[in-house]
Each structure stands twice: as C-alpha cells, then as structure tokens.
C-alpha cells in the first residue's frame, strides 16, 4: 500500500466532491480502485486521514449513545466517520445559511405531511406534525438570533 497515493487521492476526492463531507466508506471505496492503495483498511485510512494537516475528520455518534449508528443504518443513513478539507468547512455564517435552507426543506416536508393527516382526519399524526413544525419554527428563531 501506498499512504502518498492514498493522500493523493483522498486530497483529490474531498477537492471535487459535491458533499464536501465525504463518508470514510466513500473515500476507502475511491482509494481501493488504486491498485497501489491495494490493502487499506478502514481503520488504516481513518488514522491517517486522523494525522493529516489538511483534513479533518468529524466522527459519527458513538455506538453507545442513545440514538446510536445502528439506528441510522437500519434507517439507511450512514453516520460514520466523515472526512473533510479544512479548506471545505464552512464559516458560521455559511452554516447558518445551510441550517436554515435545511429547515424549510424540513418544514415544507412536515406542512405537506399535515396537510395530508388533515384529508385523512388523522388527528393523532396532526398533532405529532403540529409539534415537529413548532420545533422547526423555535430551532430556526434560535439561529436567527445567532445571527
């Protein structure tokens, strides 16, 4: 194995990816077409990556925590480790921005989904989705406020 190739393609990987924060399942999977990356591991790649100057890796929840990985696996969501370029990570004003577009996606999702219980008479769902657009709304005035 070679850890220069792997840092070359890693360096490229996170430079051009859409998603600046690429999974490390992402980036092993983009170093293994390399046959001079031949051998690495997830383990191996992540404590490199872990080293490196220029990336910095944000890591998953813990096993342990109450809403844990394997959750969000059965859910189809991979929540592991993530790598990004310091260069990619964006400032608190980006993030706010990014949250907020989030948000609306979010509530936009949740109107729909009310709008729907209403034609249904669902009222239990009413209120679970009344609730979650509320949270929505206070998660979105508390950025506001940071801002």
């Known amino acids: 194995m070679n850890l220069q190739r792997v840092e070359e393609r890693c360096l490229f990987y996170l430079g051009e990816a859409s998603n600046p924060l690429a999974p490390a399942s992402a980036l092993l999977e983009h170093c ?10 997830q383990e191996t790649l ?8 220029l990336i910095h ?3 998953g929840p813990d096993a342990h ?9 059965d859910a189809g969501f991979d929540m592991g480790p993530r790598a990004i370029l310091n260069a990619r990570i964006p400032s608190a004003q980006e993030m706010a921005v990014m949250l907020k577009e989030q ?11 009310m709008t729907e219980a209403k034609q249904l008479g669902d009222e239990s769902s009413i ?3 009344a609730d979650a657009v509320q949270r929505a709304q206070a998660i979105r005035d508390r950025i506001e406020k940071l801002f």
């Not at 992540?46 to 100057?53: N, S, T, V």
């Not at 925590?65 to 696996?73: D, N, S």
């Open 103 to 113: 948000l609306k996606v979010m509530t936009d999702a949740l109107s729909s989904a």
């Open 57 to 59: 890796v944000v890591e």
């Open 32 to 41: 293994l077409r390399d046959d001079e990356c031949a051998g690495l591991t």
């Open 65 to 73: 925590e109450a809403v844990g990985v394997h959750l969000f696996a």
């Open 127 to 129: 209120g679970h989705l």
């Open 46 to 53: 992540l404590d490199f990556l872990r080293a490196h100057e």
